[in-house]
């Protein structure tokens, strides 16, 4: 591990200081996994927010209380972050918890447990759409210099948690069988309803119809925005500006559109395409 101005490098990845520590990281690797645990695992910007709202809803069935009065990041805390010390002890189980950590990089006793993996993809070129106006809000992530050179970085993998490619090679390439569930961003923004059902089902619940229209409508994005325990607003502007960005921004597919030149995204599209070569995995926004 080394330190590189507003970052900490684990295993090759850029992580920020100002959430993660060497500590952090050690605490990480020596958790004692649970086999009720779930994992919802994302690549940064992904929609981690929006599961850190969903999931514990459906394990609850439906009860709005936890999500309109506990911060997201301790209803369900990062795994790798400085505040898991501090509240992972203290969850409920079945433990819910986030993380950005490639698979290789998952706790020594998560592979053996039966702890469940929700693993959110999304299309890599809003995911870097919304990472660069997410630099330019937080002040304890590096200036995102231009989108040509953010994109540049995105493609080298010099941003946070590394390669989109690598991330989700990793974990689609798990042989973690009925113990993981893929979803994409995609998937909910369009059919919130459907993901609540496999995800319910994933989760062992069988939540009613009522239920199901109650949290759907909870958390989509116009409400989400607005619930101050999710929307970040609790944290102090100068470490996040909403007057630069707001952390639920437009909350959308194919807001790439508005940002890429037409080479910007040939030359995105043909580097994914070359490291995504022979993986057979499939997306929605390839087709
Ligand atoms: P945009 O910046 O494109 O709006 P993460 O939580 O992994 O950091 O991802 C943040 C992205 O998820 C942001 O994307 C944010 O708006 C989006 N998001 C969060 N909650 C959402 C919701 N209820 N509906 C749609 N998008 C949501």
Not at 21 to 30: G, H, L, P, T
Not at 43 to 56: D, H, N
Not at 65 to 79: A, G, S
Request: overall charge negative.
């Amino acid at each position: 591990m080394a330190n590189d101005g507003n970052y900490i490098v684990y295993h090759g990845l850029l992580c920020p200081k100002e959430t993660h520590s060497f500590e952090s990281f050690k605490y990480a690797e020596e958790i004692k996994v649970e086999d009720e645990d779930i994992f919802i695992v994302t690549y940064p910007k992904s929609g981690t927010t929006w599961m850190q709202e969903i999931v514990p809803l459906v394990l609850n069935g439906g009860d709005l209380t936890p999500v309109q009065t506990i911060p997201n990041w301790d209803r369900v805390p990062w795994l790798e972050e400085t505040r898991a010390a501090l509240v992972l002890d203290r969850l409920p189980s079945p433990r819910a918890m986030v993380s950005h950590m490639p698979y290789h990089l998952m706790p020594p006793s998560f592979f053996p447990s039966k702890a469940k993996v929700i693993y959110v993809t999304r299309n890599p070129k809003d995911v870097m759409v919304s990472s660069f106006h997410f630099h330019k809000m937080a002040s304890f992530l590096d200036d995102p210099g231009t989108f040509d050179e953010f994109l540049n970085k995105f493609l080298s993998g010099q941003v946070l948690f590394g390669k989109w490619t690598d991330h989700v090679k990793s974990w689609r390439n798990s042989d973690l069988g009925d113990r993981i569930l893929y979803i994409t961003y995609e998937e909910m923004v369009k059919d919130l309803r459907g993901v609540l059902e496999r995800l319910s089902r994933f989760l062992g619940r069988d939540p009613s119809e009522e239920t199901l229209d109650r949290v759907a409508n909870h958390c989509c994005f116009s409400n989400m925005k607005l619930n101050a325990m999710s929307n970040y607003s609790l944290v102090p502007q100068e470490i996040m500006d909403s007057s630069k960005s707001t952390f639920l921004r437009k909350g959308v597919a194919g807001d790439w559109k508005n940002h890429f030149s037409p080479e910007q995204d040939f030359k995105f599209t043909a580097v994914l395409k070359e490291e995504m070569n022979g993986t057979n995995i499939k997306f929605p926004w390839d087709e």
